[in-house]
């Protein structure tokens, strides 16, 4: 059985950092690319980053570009994302997936909850 469990939110100030995790089990984590995506209130999901197998190429969603940073160990089956110089508009819930890019797919994990407030 898949299983992405997230970690690592909470409440952080504009201009704020954190560190979000994924672990992941149940399938071959080592061989498969992973995502984040995010959810607000009121607005679709929206991908944030890809990251393939091996971790040698990353992509970005344009409103994150240049402020996140994807990563992942698997040596321990766990994804990454680093999140710096957040704004009011990154409050959202963050959950990792399989593949590369985009909102689609069944299998996610519970999330992790981001609010950038002051």
């Known amino acids: 059985e898949v299983q992405l469990v997230e970690s690592g939110g909470g409440l952080v100030h504009p201009g704020g950092s954190l560190r979000l995790a994924c672990a992941a089990s149940g399938f071959s984590f080592s061989t498969t690319a992973m995502r984040w995506i995010r959810r607000a209130p009121g607005k679709d999901p929206e991908w944030v980053a890809g990251?393939?197998?091996?971790?040698?190429?990353?992509q970005y969603g344009d409103s994150v570009a240049g402020r996140f940073t994807v990563s992942r160990d698997n040596a321990k089956n766990t994804l990454y994302l680093q999140m710096n110089d957040l704004k009011y508009d990154d409050t959202a819930a963050y959950y990792c997936g399989i593949g590369f890019k985009g909102t689609a797919g069944n299998t996610w994990g519970r999330g992790t909850q981001v609010t950038v407030s002051s």
């Open positions: 990251i393939v197998a091996g971790g040698s190429i990353t």
